[in-house]
């Protein structure tokens, strides 16, 4: 999504259009590795030393609700953002926590089957694949 439709949805949905932000929005959207809220945090707080980890977190969720991006929970409590809403699979690796996305047409003609076949609209798809890295298999 480029930054002048993103404006365009968060003025038409009543939100302030802040350096702060845009900056989280620009950098959330544009990530392929699955941030966390501290790692965004600490990337903007060099550029932004006003910033606070509220502020990342209500624009988190914020994009959350609008449909942008989604929240990836897990079970030591912690949550990773992805901007990938498409239907795709989270290939994650239970040591280091690395997260990779996988994704082809064949994977996303198969998802509508399945959702076609059971009946239902899905508001949030999630597909994880647990292993050990190739890194992490090496130093075990």
Known sequence: MDIHHLITKLREKGHKITPQRL???E?????????????????????????SLAT????LHLLKDLGLLLELG????????DPNISPHIHIICLKCG?????????????WAKIVKDIGVEPI???????????KCKKNQ
Request: glycine share 0%.
């Open 74 to 81: 897990f079970p030591d409590c912690s949550a990773r953002f």
């Open 27 to 51: 950098l959330v959207l544009s990530s392929k590795d699955h941030p966390t809220a501290d790692q965004i945090y600490k990337k903007l707080k060099q550029k932004f030393p006003t910033i």
């Open 98 to 110: 690395k997260i990779e996305d996988y994704e082809t047409e064949n994977l996303k003609e198969q």
């Open 23 to 25: 900056a989280i929005c």
């Open 124 to 134: 949030i798809q999630r597909l994880d694949l647990y292993i050990y890295c190739d």
């Open 56 to 59: 990342v977190y209500q624009t």
